[in-house]
């Protein structure tokens, strides 16, 4: 991408806690990176929040104070409530929504993005095709709005990286001269930013490792105890792994021991939203879709989703015997499995 200085717009297309966490890294960053534009916009889904438009409270307060309370964004971001405002004359578009809003915000972005504008997905989730397959956010962006599309995963709650703990994101991106410019928007001090080429792999993580934190959640539930919660981890990992080397056989080994991989399976297994509901799912005996609705605050889950994903496109292929742990999760949450049948997946793994 050829540039001239402060040529390059950002947009966000998000707002959530994780939306407004990036939004103040590449705010604060671009002022002091002369290929960037100063002013950051950032699409926000319009919601009144005790009777002021979220949109105008941020643009007065600098503050997402519904979704990222008592953190001030710069000033030089700007939130618009109209999606093809924010992004009209963007060179680049940070994609940060729950997955199932994609294909409704692409429908929209259609013929209204500039020549030449590139794609990061933050979004940790996938999409359904016909016939029970599977399809990457970040693909289907790229085929729908015909733009290039890098991936941002790693262990990364929004909350700890909006007050600057430091921790460590993987970049997921195949043009290397386009990964060191994203590179420099994204990382700071404290949020460390490694680029690899296997954009793939790094996605999958991102999407599978949700599947693993229900597990982790059930157990916590359970009050199984830390040995049984790591078990139920490693298994997790090895059955992710075998996912994605089955649907991208290309994928790099060394990928799973960068952030993208084991460190966000951690992080999501013992402070994820999935993890957190699933374990309020065994306590309460209350559904998903109404945990989802009373601790999210309006995010989504994207496990159970995911793990149905998995299961019903692995399952037309045989290939769920591999993969006990996925198939279990799939069962507790969809089938009515009591959640102690989770134990079971213990006498079927053939993982090593």
């Not at 390059?8 to 407004?20: A, D, I, P, Y």
């Not at 008592?70 to 004359?89: T, Y």
Request: glycine share 8%; with cysteine.
């Amino acid at each position: 991408m050829a540039v001239s200085l402060k040529q390059l717009k950002v947009c966000l297309v998000g707002s959530g806690n994780w939306g407004s966490a990036v939004a103040k890294i590449i705010a604060t960053n671009v002022i002091g990176l002369d290929e960037f534009l100063n002013e950051v916009t950032m699409y926000v889904y319009e919601e009144m929040v005790e009777g002021e438009k979220l949109s105008e409270v941020i643009n007065t307060r600098h503050e997402n104070v519904k979704y990222l309370p008592g953190i001030k964004l710069p000033e030089n971001v700007r939130a618009d409530p109209n999606l093809v405002n924010s992004a009209q004359d963007a060179d680049v578009l940070v994609f940060v929504v729950p997955h199932q809003f994609v294909p409704g915000i692409c429908d929209k972005l259609k013929g209204n993005l500039k020549p030449g504008a590139v794609g990061v997905s933050l979004i940790k989730g996938l999409e359904a095709k016909p016939g029970g397959k599977l399809e990457l956010v970040s693909h289907f962006i790229a085929s729908s709005l015909d733009i290039p599309m890098s991936v941002l995963m790693g262990a990364n709650i929004a909350t700890e990286v909006a007050h600057e703990c430091h921790c460590e994101a993987t970049l997921g991106c195949k043009d290397k001269t386009q990964g060191e410019l994203l590179k420099r928007m994204l990382s700071t001090d404290y949020f460390k930013v490694e680029v690899v080429d296997d954009l793939e792999a790094v996605e999958m993580c991102g999407a599978l490792k949700n599947v693993v934190a229900c597990a982790a959640g059930f157990a916590d539930g359970m009050d199984l105890g830390s040995n049984t919660k790591a078990a139920l981890m490693r298994n997790g990992l090895v059955e992710m792994v075998c996912i994605i080397k089955e649907l991208f056989p290309d994928t790099k080994q060394d990928t799973f021991f960068h952030s993208c991989g084991v460190a966000d399976l951690i992080t999501t297994c013992y402070g994820g939203r999935n993890r957190r509901v699933s374990e309020a799912f065994v306590r309460t005996g209350k559904s998903l879709s109404v945990l989802e609705s009373e601790m999210l605050n309006g995010q989504k889950l994207q496990g159970p989703a995911t793990a149905q994903l998995i299961y019903q496109m692995l399952k037309s292929e045989g290939f769920q015997v591999k993969i006990p742990l996925f198939k279990k999760v799939y069962e507790i949450c969809f089938e009515g499995a009591p959640p102690k049948s989770l134990l079971e997946i213990f006498n079927l793994s053939s993982n090593l």
